[in-house]
């Protein structure tokens, strides 16, 4: 047996499903440096996957590890406000367009959840809109049609997971994603119950289309409602200033996640003192008080890698250089495909995108489904045979990615490509 075989056995032990509820438990991987990470049996691939998005500059970045190592010795956690959170805090604020002041949390579901939660404290309302096939982590809130199997018809929720009060699904309205006219006719329903509009700008993988972020800005301002952007994957991704500004659409509270604490537990919900208030009990007394604390909350670890994370990015070219090898990656793999005869979609932006294997427009959750999952599993077992590491439904370029990298992925998705082909 060999040494992944073991541990792969060992975990089936002592972990449901054998794995952590992330990522394939069939691959463990035993260290990251640069664009690659190493399984267990010393297996080198070129990583896509890049920790579900925080390691933007790539494993174990000099200046960052540097960074850490320097932390460690001051300590690692105190409970309590420190220089370093502080230092993070009025860089996010200089940076996001939205953001005012931001209160610290460990996780992006956790900003998300309260993100929610503040607010229906601002509203004083308790419906929540959010957008079908729409992820915003793991409250109860959030795991409403998610990924529904029987779909069902709008506004109703459908719950993702057991254990979920049937009563969450009266709180939420279910909308379809890129259809402003189906959104106003559910907020002309339930006009004066909604607290908030939560989306993620870019949802998955689907881009808005034209003006539909702009129409929900405009809807939300004229009815009252709190319009919170999910960007804990696409902020300080598609610009540093997140997909606020990318798009050029401002929400009034936003969440943030991965990237700003490079790649250790930190995330925030940011946005307007007016909103942002709510968490401060001597201005808005206890009826008003959202009640927040979590013991990792604003870490100096987390906080240090972030600032020197987004001190490099902030260098010049960062973002150029990550737009010409996502676009680099996105034209081999459409070149491929037709090559091969194969319908696809590809979906998604450069610093974030897949492909679909469908010959249907994808606009929302629904037109999802219409892919060839059989191709895509072929697509992908090819591409992690050629020594590509990458999730089912999502590729994350990075800024470790070297020519030689992408040649060699050009290479595999050449491969990928003709093993649809001959599969069919």
Not at 74 to 102: D, H, K, M, S, Y
Not at 189 to 213: C, K, N, T
Request: proline share 4%; glycine share 10%; with cysteine.
């Amino acid at each position: 047996m060999n040494n992944q075989a073991k541990w792969i056995e060992r975990a089936q032990q002592v972990l449901p499903a054998g794995g952590f509820g992330n990522f394939d438990a069939n691959i463990i991987i035993q260290r990251g440096e640069g664009a690659y990470v190493w399984d267990e049996d010393g297996n080198r691939y070129i990583d896509y996957l890049i920790g579900s998005g925080p390691m933007l500059l790539g494993h174990g970045h000099p200046e960052v590890t540097e960074a850490i190592q320097q932390q460690l010795s001051r300590g690692v956690t105190f409970f309590a406000n420190n220089a370093a959170g502080i230092e993070l805090a009025e860089e996010i604020v200089r940076a996001v367009p939205c953001a005012e002041q931001l209160r610290y949390v460990s996780t992006g579901g956790e900003a998300d959840m309260y993100a929610i939660r503040l607010a229906r404290a601002y509203t004083g309302r308790e419906k929540i809109m959010k957008f079908e096939g729409g992820y915003h982590g793991m409250s109860a809130e959030a795991l409403m049609s998610l990924a529904p199997t029987e779909l069902a018809n709008f506004p109703q929720a459908v719950p993702d997971s057991a254990g979920i009060p049937s009563s969450v699904e009266s709180a939420m309205v279910i909308a379809p994603f890129n259809d402003i006219e189906s959104v106003n006719a559910l907020l002309d329903e339930f006009d004066s119950q909604i607290a908030a509009i939560i989306v993620e700008p870019l949802q998955r993988l689907i881009p808005p289309q034209a003006g539909f972020l702009q129409a929900l800005r405009d809807e939300a301002t004229k009815r009252g409602i709190v319009l919170i952007f999910d960007e804990v994957v696409t902020g300080f991704r598609f610009s540093y200033g997140g997909a606020q500004q990318y798009y050029g659409v401002t929400p009034d509270l936003c969440t943030l996640g991965k990237i700003i604490g490079g790649g250790l537990p930190m995330a925030a919900i940011a946005g307007n003192r007016d909103i942002m208030k709510h968490f401060d009990l001597s201005i808005v007394g206890a009826a008003g008080f959202t009640f927040q604390i979590g013991t990792l909350s604003g870490n100096p670890l987390a906080a240090i890698a972030g600032l020197k994370t987004l001190e490099v990015l902030r260098r010049e070219g960062s973002y150029e250089q990550l737009t010409r090898t996502g676009q680099r990656l996105m034209q081999a793999t459409g070149n491929a495909l037709s090559a091969n005869g194969i319908a696809h979609q590809l979906v998604g932006e450069p610093m974030l995108f897949d492909v679909l294997f469908t010959d249907s427009e994808v606009a929302n959750y629904r037109d999802t489904l219409k892919a060839n999952t059989q191709d895509s599993t072929v697509y992908n077992r090819q591409l992690r045979e050629s020594g590509l590491f990458k999730s089912p439904g999502k590729l994350y370029p990075s800024l470790a990615l070297s020519e030689a990298d992408l040649q060699k992925s050009e290479e595999a998705i050449e491969l990928a490509a003709a093993a649809v082909a001959a599969a069919r």
